[in-house]
């Protein structure tokens, strides 16, 4: 499969120099591996939701317990979790480390991905949601640093948009 | 059945466990009895209510978690039914008080009208224990119970579509956010 397992694990550890306890996934093509190295990891609780907007919920549980979190999720899942994000993430300043994968932007094959594409950096910005890129191995670290550091600071959602040019290789 | 008197019955034993209510009706009736430092009262985002307890019942093993549920917000979540019975949390109890209606917004029905039977759904999604009550009696049993015990249980209460008159009360959403966290925060690693 021709997505990156070493900037997978490049941003698994990140995530885990950020000291996140708890990662909600839904899987995609894209996160595959980055799941699979949570799935293998004693010290990370991973839980598999049936719909993103589940995740909203575990990430808010786990900052009222202490626990750093983040999700993990598609942008169609994004899409998906909204009315959490707003009415629940939003309307009670809870902190969200969200990594989206930015599917249906240039270099996209599957027809059914593209509307996603499209739309998910003007909802970003319609939810005043401050996001950035992840787009190359050597500043993965250091954004996911940065955008955790947002999130706990400011008490509210941050994303990360896993960008072709990093998760999959042709 | 009235949820007002189910409530009331189990106030007591809610003292020490972390409790996540819905909106609405619901935590205005449990704040008429008295709010509590270690209650948070999710009150929009219907649905999330039982994943946040997962969350918290992950996070905090040693913790007892209770959500306090509703038909209305379950039937808007039942994959989470399914994400329950997955990690099968022995700290946490689901209450589900089904009245089979959306009374906060004005009284429409819900699927348990027409006989969607969410006992069932729980039970077939993988919830360990489930139970169905109808009198405050046998209500105030099975939580004690669940209470008291271990494993994850989710009791589904059939209650009168009946509520307060009104909702919003003087607590506010942030106070209540921040003070929950920090009631958490004083337990530090005290079992319960």
């Known amino acids: ?170 | 059945m009235l949820r007002l008197d189910c409530l009331r019955a189990i106030y007591p034993d809610l003292e020490k466990s972390l409790v996540v209510t819905i909106m609405g009706a619901l935590p205005a009736e449990l704040q008429s009895l008295g709010h509590r430092p270690n209650f948070f009262y999710l009150q929009h985002a219907m649905g999330l209510a039982s994943s946040t307890g997962l969350g918290l019942a992950l996070s905090l093993p040693q913790q007892r978690v209770v959500v306090l549920d509703g038909d209305g917000s379950l039937l808007m979540n039942l994959g989470s039914l399914s994400t329950l019975a997955r990690y099968k949390p022995k700290n946490l109890l689901h209450i589900v008080f089904d009245n089979e209606s959306l009374l906060s917004v004005g009284g429409f029905p819900t699927a348990t009208s027409t006989g969607t039977d969410l006992e069932a759904i729980a039970r077939a999604a993988g919830i360990p224990k489930t139970c169905t009550v109808s009198t405050v009696e046998d209500f105030a049993t099975v939580v004690r119970e669940a209470i008291s015990g271990e494993g994850l249980q989710t009791i589904v209460a059939k209650v009168e579509a009946t509520g307060p008159k009104a909702f919003v009360t003087d607590l506010g959403l942030l106070e209540n956010r921040f003070q929950f966290r920090r009631y958490i925060q004083s337990l530090a690693s005290k079992p319960r």
């Open chain 1, 1 to 170: 499969m021709p997505v990156s397992l070493e900037n997978s694990q490049l941003i698994y550890r990140a995530l885990k120099s950020c000291g996140i306890q708890l990662l909600s996934a839904l899987p995609e093509t894209w996160l595959v591996h980055l799941i699979q190295i949570a799935e293998d990891d004693p010290q990370m609780t991973l839980v598999r939701l049936a719909k993103e907007e589940e995740g909203v919920g575990l990430s808010a549980g786990a900052h009222f317990a202490g626990a750093k979190s983040a999700m993990l999720m598609q942008n169609h899942g994004f899409l998906a979790a909204i009315n959490g994000i707003v009415s629940f993430a939003h309307l009670y300043k809870i902190p969200l480390l969200m990594l989206i994968s930015y599917r249906g932007t240039f270099g996209e094959r599957d027809p059914w991905q593209t509307q996603g594409g499209n739309v998910t950096e003007p909802l970003l910005r319609a939810l005043n949601i401050p996001y950035s890129f992840l787009d190359a191995p050597e500043s993965v670290e250091k954004r996911i640093r940065q955008a955790h550091t947002l999130a706990e600071s400011s008490l509210q959602p941050v994303a990360l948009l896993l960008t072709r040019d990093l998760m999959w290789v042709e």
